[in-house]
T-cell receptor
Framework: DADVTQTPRNRITKTGKRIMLECSQT?????MYWYRQDPGLGLRLIYY???????NKGEISDGYSVSRQAQAKFSLSLESAIPNQTALYFC???????????????FGPGTRLTVL | DQQVKQNSPSLSVQEGRISILNCDYT??????FLWYKKYPAEGPTFLIS?????DKNEDGRFTVFLNKSAKHLSLHIVPSQPGDSAVYFC???????????FGTGTSLTVIP
């Protein structure tokens, strides 16, 4: 079984709809992240969480919210989806290396979201 | 403003030859760097990393070089194999920071 799973894998929705993307991990990591990938822009950080009670905005948090329901679960919500939120969304986890920032990040397979 | 840049969107190399992927960064505070590899329909997977106290790190066919004065790193793959065909992302962070900054990716095609 995959260590980091994302549901759904593909989603088509309409402008104005609320949508939630879910991420679960079995790696036992404290840190979880949401990124989006757009052509020509690489991966950009939306939100990150270092433990269940910790939520932080990344580079591009506007229009998004997150919920860390448990150590293993981190959800991303689009309250009112718009077409420029069409992108590939990745969840990632990492361990907490003592004395410094994260080391390797482990990514889920991605969710392709299309907003019409 | 893109703090990590990969100026070559694509690269084609013959099997058995060397592949060199380049990455530049603008933030002199970055001191930890990674390369990720991504196949279609999959998430990125970690390949190799380097901290700023080193200028080279090797792992099998993969070597990363860091030139701090030029704010430049490169990934060398020798010899290149068709299975190396993927998109490669470089990423940078401060060792005491909270997030990684990713480049835009380079699509490598290794021609058999």
């Amino acid at each position: 079984d995959a260590d980091v799973t994302q549901t759904p894998r593909n989603r088509i929705t309409k402008t104005g709809k609320r949508i939630m993307l879910e991420c679960s991990q079995t790696k036992g990591h404290d840190r979880m992240y949401w990124y989006r990938q757009d052509p020509g822009l690489g991966l950009r950080l939306i939100y990150y969480s270092f433990d269940v009670k910790d939520i932080n905005k990344g580079e591009i948090s506007d229009g998004y919210s997150v919920s860390r329901q448990a150590q293993a679960k981190f959800s991303l919500s689009l309250e009112s989806a718009i077409p420029n939120q069409t992108a590939l969304y990745f969840c990632a986890t990492s361990d907490n290396i003592a004395g410094g920032t994260t080391d390797t990040q482990y990514f889920g397979p991605g969710t392709r979201l299309t907003v019409l | 403003d893109q703090q990590v840049k990969q100026n070559s969107p694509s690269l084609s190399v013959q099997e058995g030859r060397i592949s060199i992927l380049n990455c530049d960064y603008t933030n002199s505070m970055f001191d930890y760097f990674l390369w990720y590899k991504k196949y279609p329909a999959e998430g990125p997977t970690f390949l190799i990393s380097i901290s700023s106290i080193k200028d080279k790190n090797e792992d099998g066919r993969f070597t990363v070089f860091l030139n701090k004065s030029a704010k430049h790193l490169s990934l060398h793959i020798v010899p290149s194999q068709p299975g190396d065909s993927a998109v490669y992302f470089c990423a940078a962070s401060k060792w005491t920071g909270n997030q990684f900054y990713f480049g835009t990716g380079t699509s490598l095609t290794v021609i058999p």
